[in-house]
């Protein structure tokens, strides 16, 4: 094969993993989504609290920029989250102008139980998994991380 013709099957199979790591994903994610209604959330109050408790505390328009949402979507949101009593608004100890939110203890034991319960599910499939299919996935994985930690 010549040299122009292998870059471009190399390029293709790379467009090829990228479409199906994408669709993987997305179909992932849907799947233990399942696991997050009995939190009586819904997914962008989860995960709204979710940025919040691994980012937080954080000022409403950090927030939602992080959720990629307008303010005024994100105010409704965080309002819902403290009527629920799992978040709490604080004032800024630089600013005082500004107000941070932060996540409540209920509402960071609420997000950790969810947590536990997709890993949970997610277990039950690594677990039927061949060993070497096992092996196979956690080397994928570490794979997997670099390629996030470069999408950064």
């Not at 819902?80 to 604080?90: F, I, N, P, S």
């Not at 499939?125 to 570490?142: N, P």
């Amino acid at each position: 094969m010549r040299d122009s013709e292998s870059a471009r099957k190399s390029q293709d199979d790379a467009e090829a993993i990228a479409d199906r790591l994408h669709s993987a994903a997305i179909h992932l994610l849907r799947r233990l989504r399942r696991e997050d209604a009995t939190s009586g959330l819904s997914a962008p109050r989860l995960s709204a609290l979710s940025v919040i408790v691994f980012g937080g505390p954080l000022t409403l328009g950090e927030l939602a920029n992080a959720e990629q949402v307008r303010p005024p979507t994100m105010t409704r949101l965080v309002s819902a989250l403290e009527d629920a009593g799992l978040v709490a608004r604080e004032a800024d100890p630089k600013d005082k102008r500004l107000t941070r939110i932060r996540a409540t203890a209920k509402g960071r034991t609420l997000l950790f139980q969810g947590r536990a319960r997709r890993v949970a599910a997610l277990t039950e499939e690594v677990r039927a998994l061949a060993s070497g299919e096992r092996a196979e996935l956690g080397r994928a994985l570490a794979i997997l991380d670099a390629v996030i930690r470069r999408l950064r």
